[in-house]
């Protein structure tokens, strides 16, 4: 401020008569401290208002929270139904999420191994290779890794209706430091339930037809599911809807949730309809905007679901809250929660069967 005042004194004396200096260096200092005031005024109004966000992102983080408590007191586990091949379920978790897969990262031998493991259980269900490349779907990655999504397709038994999308994503996140990170929940188990609902509709015929993505690259930015479209395999208007399963192995508190008809609100019925014939909790949430959720946890971008999210397509990605072994080494199968596992795959297939039925009343 010394500085100002000296910096006016000069262009006072430069710039003015003997008789009017007075009342112009006057003039200058009461219009700086008008301005000091009303910095500080400023100053002070954001610090308030700052506070008061606070505050507001508080109460609203509160409420979602009584919200998606009373969602889950309320939440009622049925029977589990016992539709999708259990043995085979839990092996196929094993085998992917085992140490000689070394994590499965793209454009590595266990990663390899992974996409080939898959092609050959399509083979095997003799489903219809829906790729570039038969099964395959080539794309890049950063430091010119090539990556690959898996895709086969199954017709249903109404062939002019739009395609339902499930995805999950192979791949996991590699080796580092000499240590592999297995990701086993992260997504060798959506993975493997990818296969169990395509070796049951290859029996039980759906609605629609039915593109199977194992995709990957999603640890490296969801990649392999954003080259579904950018490559224009996929195009927006042929697509009914997308159920992402990512992470459905760990028991916490028997729950899964069910994000995105908070976006699409005529999904609520169908997860209800899911609950009545699910063993755990399934929940409606995570997936409202800061503005009404406050720090609510938001998975609307979190996962494959996001591109499709992002074209106007509707969605539920199924996943279990995060947990210690999440993006950790001690993501291993050992930790897998093997009954909860199971109801929980049997809850994707339920969610697709009362998507599928009305969807197709629906179009």
């Known amino acids: 401020m010394a500085f100002i005042l000296r910096f006016s004194n000069v262009f006072t004396k430069q710039s003015c008569s003997k008789y009017h200096c007075f009342f112009k260096e006057f003039s200058v200092r009461r219009n700086l401290k008008f301005i000091i005031a009303l910095i500080i005024g400023l100053s002070v109004a954001a610090l308030l208002g700052k506070f008061a966000w606070s505050k507001y992102v508080d109460h609203l983080t509160a409420k979602e929270q009584l919200r998606v408590e009373s969602l ?44 080939n493991f898959i092609i050959e259980r399509f083979n095997a269900l003799q489903l219809t290779p829906a790729g570039t490349e038969n099964f395959e779907h080539a794309f890049t990655v950063p430091d010119n890794k090539t990556a690959v999504n898996v895709l086969a397709r199954i017709e249903g038994q109404q062939p002019s209706l739009r395609t339902i999308v499930i995805t999950a994503h192979y791949d996991h996140v590699g080796v580092h430091e000499g240590r592999i990170y297995n990701g086993a ?102 997936d409202r905007p800061r503005s009404e959720a406050g720090d609510t946890p938001d998975w ?57 039925l009305v969807l197709a009343e629906k179009e």
């Open 185 to 286: 929940d992260d997504n060798a188990s959506g993975t493997a339930t990818l296969l169990a609902i395509a070796e049951y509709l290859s029996e039980h015929q759906p609605q629609h037809n039915v593109l199977l993505a194992a995709l990957d690259a999603e640890e490296n930015g969801l990649r392999g599911a954003k080259a579904l479209f950018e490559t224009g395999l996929l195009t927006p208007d042929a697509i009914a809807f997308n159920l992402n399963l990512d992470m459905l192995s760990r028991d916490t508190d028997n729950l899964l949730f069910a994000v995105g008809s908070y976006h699409t609100p005529w999904l609520v019925p169908l997860i209800d309809r899911a609950q009545a014939e699910s063993a755990v909790k399934l929940i409606a949430a995570y």
């Open 300 to 356: 609307t971008t979190a996962s494959d679901h996001a591109p499709f999210h992002l074209r106007g397509i509707p969605f539920i990605y199924l996943g279990v809250p995060d947990h210690p072994d999440y993006h950790q080494p001690t993501d291993t199968f050992e930790n897998v929660d093997i009954d909860f596992f199971h109801a929980s795959a049997e809850t994707a297939l339920s969610v697709f069967k009362v998507v599928d």
């Open 72 to 115: 889950i007191a309320a939440a009622e586990p049925a029977k589990r139904p016992n539709r999708i091949n259990a043995e085979t379920l839990i092996a196929d978790i094993r085998w992917l999420s085992h140490d000689d897969r070394q994590g499965r990262a793209p454009d590595t031998e266990g990663g390899i191994a992974a996409r």
